[in-house]
């Protein structure tokens, strides 16, 4: 099983919302990844937790708070965004570090 | 420096058989990838190649190294309108620890 879930599917959200979107993994891998990905562009590296500890976090403006609960659960936590947020979302998981990555299927994000 | 290009597009006939490029910059290369997205969905990983290795075959993919070019391809043989999508070449490296390095994606057009 290389499944990799993501929910919700589709999220349409205003600028002063909070909403959280989830990634599940059963796999028993101990490396999970966020992507943005814009329409026609390849995904861009946002976060990356290596056994429930954050280990890379690209940059990424404090409005998109990552949380793994634990080994099998991400969460990627958003407040106050902005219309230029609006993207695919999509989760990862991997064995470990350097080591294939599965993707889930995406949320697709709108704010408005 | 870690740089990976694609062609941005390709057209084929269904039956034919479908090459996509992709050139990679950096020589540690440790995996090279190859996932396929189709509209609105995430990726799927359809193969990878060590870098030791200078080619993999998987039912219709063959996949071809030549690290002396740093050249990678996909070909996939008998291409269905199912084939249809965009293509992402990747590379992960020792240097680039957890992070994917991915092309721009080739989008694979079958035609009936």
């Known amino acids: 099983d290389t499944e990799v879930t993501q929910t919700p599917k589709h999220l349409v959200m205003g600028m002063t919302n909070k909403k959280s979107l989830k990634c599940e993994q059963h796999m028993g891998h101990r490396a999970m990844y966020w992507y943005k990905q814009k329409a026609k562009k390849p995904p861009e590296l946002m976060f990356v937790?290596?056994?429930?500890?954050?280990?890379i976090n690209e940059s990424v403006p404090s409005r998109f708070s990552p949380e793994c609960p634990n080994s099998s659960l991400l969460n990627l936590h958003l407040h106050a965004l902005q219309p230029e947020d609006s993207a695919l979302y999509l989760c990862?998981?991997?064995?470990?570090?350097?080591?294939?990555?599965?993707f889930g299927p995406g949320t697709r994000l709108l704010v408005l | 420096g870690e740089d990976v290009e694609q062609s941005l597009f390709l057209s084929v006939r269904e039956g034919d058989s479908s090459v996509i490029n992709c050139t990679y910059t950096d020589s540690s290369s440790t995996y090279l990838y190859w996932y396929k997205q189709e509209p609105g969905a995430g990726l799927q990983l359809l193969t990878y190649?060590?870098?030791?290795?200078d080619m993999k075959q998987d039912q219709r993919l063959t996949v071809l190294l030549n690290k002396k070019d740093k050249h990678l391809s996909l070909r996939i043989a008998d291409t269905q309108t199912g084939d249809s999508a965009i293509y992402f070449c990747a590379e992960s490296t020792v240097d680039s620890s957890y992070k994917l390095i991915f092309g721009s994606g080739t989008r694979l057009l079958v035609r009936p």
């Open positions: 937790y290596s056994y429930e500890k954050l280990s």
């Open positions: 990862a998981s991997s064995q470990t570090g350097r080591t294939t990555q599965y």
């Open positions: 190649i060590f870098s030791n290795m």
